[in-house]
């Protein structure tokens, strides 16, 4: 189970918290630079004075195109399909990065994701924390966060993510290579649903983050991320 306590207050205010959400695949041959870029943006950790907070889709319908992602999850690809409400049914594609529910761009070309994540720092952001500890299998969280913005109800996500996974791909258009990836989101939980945290994944490795949508227009508001331990 995983447990979430949430308070609202007001908190000072530190710089932009931008998501960048990656939709890949080990499947796909065009998705290796993109996973690279969003090592890169997770360890440079900022962008323009934003901060930045990288979130590894892997969605699940290039697995039966010759290799299975080990890393696939049915929300990751259940996520992508709800921005085509945003960005239109023809933005359903790997790699694709999509910048605070604002904005999409092909996910290795860092100088339009660098870009998009300028936009959004220009726009209204809800501050947030976020504070985290793993006990026993249960995740104990409370997040503070500043009181919302009128006129839309938001969402209170949370996205257990897994750095530092190499996987040896043995077939598909990637077959022969080894892959590296970060930020790779393990589980998406929204409020207190029951979760449980896999004996495989690494939990020195483990980080959760916090994402405030709005319902209806998919944009982020606010996101805070701390490491799990």
Known sequence: MIGIVLALAQPAHPPAAIVVELFTSEGCSSCPPADDLLSRLAKDGTVGGAQIIPLGLHVTYWDQLGWKDPASLEA??????????????????????????????????????????????????????????????????????DSPPGGERLRRLFFITEDGLTSIVKRGENGGHTLHHDAVVRRIVEDGEPGTLAPQWNRDRLHLTLVLQGAKSGRIYGAASVPLK
């Open 76 to 145: 990751a690809t259940r996520r992508q399909q709800d921005y085509a409400r945003v960005f239109g049914p023809d933005r359903v594609y790997t790699p694709q990065a999509v910048i605070d529910g604002r904005a999409e761009a092909i996910g290795s070309s860092e100088p339009a994701i660098r870009q998009a994540v300028l936009e959004a720092m220009k726009q209204p952001h809800v501050g947030a924390t976020l504070v985290a500890s793993i006990q026993g299998d249960r995740i104990h969280a409370t997040a503070t966060v």
